[in-house]
């Protein structure tokens, strides 16, 4: 792109701020857009995901924990974990597990090793036990 192209697209740039901003300000659209104290307190606060896996799995009443001693081999897949963790009962579905993994991108950070889990691990407990 050369100088004048540049110069003539950043004109363009400045003078459409200058019309959105003079639009804004000159109509009073801005008054009243900050929130009182009592109305930042009722704002809804969006939901986590993290916090509802944790609330579902803490809600569950598993009357005896499961220790499990999972051995990561070279190449094992997020499916192949999730497989073998609902096999030992130590998570519900492993559909969902794998889901959670491949989403947050942890199912790239996978260790090799072994790990003691259990089944009142919440998924994300048993994500950063498994990728560190």
Known sequence: MNKARLQG???GIIFTTTIFAGYYYGTG???GTTPTAEEAKKTVQPKDPDKDSMEKEASK????IVTYTIKVKTNM????IADSLAKEKIIDDAA??????ND?????K???GEFV???NMTYRQLANTLTH
Do not use: G, H
């Open 61 to 64: 009443k598993n009357p005896s």
């Open 104 to 108: 947050r991108d942890f199912s790239k």
């Open 29 to 31: 659209l801005f008054v």
């Open 77 to 80: 897949t997020a499916t192949e």
């Open 117 to 119: 889990v259990t089944n």
């Open 96 to 101: 969902e597990f794998e889901a959670y993994m």
């Open 110 to 112: 996978i260790q090799i």
């Open 9 to 11: 697209l950043s004109a």
